[in-house]
Structure formats: structure tokens, C-alpha cells
């Protein structure tokens, strides 16, 4: 278990590095348009992919705009990424979707059109026409969108391979899940006859329930993690738990060569493209 709890944390430290290089950009005014850190969260991706690649499965993929590290955690190119945040034609969307609304043709990873929750019926209907492996990703204030349930019955009605995994990070911008509803989203995928769990994003957490999944039938993961940054922009609004420094703490050294290595990697990277005019 060592191995996959190394390569999970290699995943997120990169994602990691790359979103404070964007905190950092910002700051400088080098971006230029609103952005959606996904600092604090990476372990639900770098855990989600890393299973995924011990099973050779390579999913659809339907993302939100807090979508960094998904983009990043299953293959998304690093440098059309910064691109696409500089706002150049050379970016993952031409450098017109911006923060919110990556893509990546190579790897099958749908970009958002800004709607909360649209990308989970386009992703269902995706999955019932091609009948293959996919992922689906949502907030838990998109989660509440009324065509979310909708899509989410036909996916148990019939049966889809599709993944729905609950990015929960208790907010909708600023508002708590408390004051916005009193209902969870693993007991309303269970009323659906859908297999659903409420986890942390601890890394074997996630590995317990996606262990034997293979996408013979739909699964929805609500799983709580922690935002690190403001909802928009670069900002911090207060000191949170983070799963990337606690896995650093247990993993030790190795971890910390890892984090050194991947944050000269990603700043190089960075200051290679503003170099290029
Ligand atoms: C239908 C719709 N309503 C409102 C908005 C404005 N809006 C954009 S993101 C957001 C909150 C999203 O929260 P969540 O889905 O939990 O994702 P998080 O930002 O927490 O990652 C809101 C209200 C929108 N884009 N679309
Ligand atoms: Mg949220």
C-alpha cells in the first residue's frame, strides 16, 4: 500500500505546486480572468486517478470549474494548461475557457460550460450512448441543480458505468451545506437505488470503496474535503485542514524530496511559459 499512497501523494504535490503558482500569477496580475483553486482538494483526484491507472481504465471525464487537479491527476497537459490560464491560443481551450472551463481532446477530460451541475447530464447522456467507463464531478451546490437527480435516476434505472464523484467542501461560494439543505447527497443516490458512500478524501479511504470498482454499474462518492483558497481568485480565508500536509507528515522523508523535486518542476515549468512572449 505504500506504493499507491507515494504515487497519490506525487499527484497531489504537483497539483500542489501548480496551484500555488497560479496564486502567485494572479498576485503578479499575469492572469488576468477569475480563477478556481483546487489547492486542498487534490487528494480527491490524485487518489480517484491513481486507482484508476492500477486498472488500466481511462474513463470520459466531465469536470467542473474547480478542475485543476482532475485535469492534472488523469494526464491533462501541464503546459497547455498554464497556457490556457495566460490566455493564449495555445492553451488546452484555444485560451477562451479560461480556469473554469479546461479540456484536454487526449485525454477525454469534457470541459464545463459554467452552469453548476449541467456536465452531469451531458456526462449521463454521454455514458448511455457510449456505454464506456466515466467520471463525472461536482460540488455540493451543484449537486443540488434539480436535473442532477433526474440524471442521476436514469444512470441507476439503467445501470451506466459512470462514476459520481461529490467534490464536498461544505461550500457554495460562502454559504454551508447546513443553511442550504438538510439532506445528503450518498442518502439521496441510495433512495435511487445507487450504491453511494460518504467518505473522507484521506487517500485509503477513497482506495476502500473504489478497490473492486469497475464500472459494471453506477457509484456515487461523497466525499469531503477541505477548500484552501478563496471560492475565486487568490486569497485564504482562514487556516483548514489539509490532506497534503497531513500525507506529507506520514509519508516522511520520501515525501519531502518529492514535494522539493515537483515544486522546482512545476516553477520551472511556469517560467519557462512567461518567458515566451
Ligand atoms: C446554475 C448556476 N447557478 C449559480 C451559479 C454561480 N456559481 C458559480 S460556482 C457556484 C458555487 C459552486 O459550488 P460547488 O458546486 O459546491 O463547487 P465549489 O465551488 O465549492 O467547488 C455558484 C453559486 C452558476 N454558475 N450556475
Ligand atoms: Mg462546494
Known sequence: MKNYKIEAFKKASICRHFENQVFKNVELKNIKFPVYLSAGQEYVPSSI?????EKSIEPNIFIQHRGHSHYICAGGSIID??????????GCSGGMGGSASIQ???KNIFG???LMGSQVPI?????YKTRKPTVVVMGDASAE???????LGWASTKKLPILFIVEDNNLSILTEKKVRRNWE???LARGLNMESFDISDDPMDIRKVLENYNFEYPLLLNINTHRKYWHSGAGQDGDQFDRYEEQKMELGEIANIIDTENKLFIDELWQRQLEIQ
Request: hydrophobic content about 35%.
Open 49 to 53: 486517478y491513481t486507482i484508476l491507472e
Open 81 to 90: 494548461l498554464i497556457n490556457e490560464l495566460l490566455g493564449r491560443k495555445n
Open 104 to 106: 484536454s481532446l487526449e
Open 112 to 114: 464545463h460550460d459554467g
Open 123 to 127: 456526462a449521463v447522456g454521454h455514458s
Open 145 to 151: 441543480e434539480d436535473y442532477v437527480m433526474s440524471s
Open 185 to 187: 447527497m450518498h442518502t
